[in-house]
């Protein structure tokens, strides 16, 4: 087998591997974690077996374990996720629910929303009208989510999604008879 800095390629490749799976854990994102372990698996093939395996088979290794790798990654979202709770601009933000973590008033306040993406999901928050303030620990409901940092939201009540667009639509179809009515 090829020696390397005085070792045997196999011992330097799982090293490497090793390393990269390491450098994985502080820069996450799927960055290094695809080639650690083709080198990891390539090199412990060379380890394992030493009279069989040759530079040219590890290089072949490297490649198929790391296409596998990646296709593993990609196919079953291992690492990134459904994706579900990343944000896709303040828009997607409206309706989205939350905890207060700092009482929230009219000038100032703090959430944690649930299932918000992004690196930090605390936000700064206002009550809606600035009156009504929320204590800490209350459930919120984010209804302008402006478009910066500092989010609009209310109390939430317990009536679920279903229950307040059932109520939305009763209240539109009463506006409409009582429009209809006033145009009589």
Known sequence: MADLFGASLSLVLVVAGVALCIAEAFAPGAHFVVIGVA???AGLAGVLLPGIVTPVVLSLLVFLVGALALWG???FELYEGTGRGQTE???SLRGARGVVTE?????TGQIRLRDAGGFDPT???RTIDGANDIEEGADVLVVDPGGGNVL???AADDADDIDRELAA????????????ERER
């Open 103 to 107: 009482r929230v008033t009219g000038a």
């Open 89 to 91: 601009g303040s828009t």
């Open 169 to 180: 639509g009763r209240e539109a179809k009463a506006e409409d008879e009582a429009d209809a």
């Open 39 to 41: 080198l990891l698996a």
């Open 123 to 125: 936000y700064a928050a």
């Open 152 to 154: 609009t939201v209310v």
């Open 73 to 75: 990654y990609r196919r």
